[in-house]
């Protein structure tokens, strides 16, 4: 069996579903000796990572690939236009953008009314 190179993300699903398997009880498919998990433990993170190490967990990742295409790219086709119609377009844009936006005024403070908020001074109310 060749050897996988496994991504980080698919190295932590396996060994995950592997301890997993272990904590509940599954039969271990290496021989590790009893002063060995005793030095780890009985960590079953730590078990499956032995035997991910060792090649010897029956689990293949199947990674799909993306399809290869033959032939050359075709660049869409955009009409050519002229400089005046350019302008012509940008004008009418221009003109559509006036009519329907709304103008905007710098505010006055005489148009701001006191409108009952209190500037922060005494109110006069004990």
Known sequence: MTQQ????????????????????????????????LE????DALKIAEIELDSDVLPISIHKPMPKKREG??????????DDTKKEES???????IIEEGEIMELAQPEDEGDEGFDSGGDSGED
């Open 5 to 36: 190179i496994l991504t980080k993300y698919e190295r932590a699903r396996i060994l995950g579903a592997r301890a997993l398997q272990i904590a509940m009880n599954a039969p271990l498919l290496i021989k590790i000796k009893k002063e060995d």
């Open 39 to 42: 030095k780890i433990n009985f």
């Open 72 to 81: 050359q790219l075709k660049k869409p086709k955009t009409p050519k236009m």
């Open 90 to 96: 940008e004008e009418k844009l221009e003109k559509e």
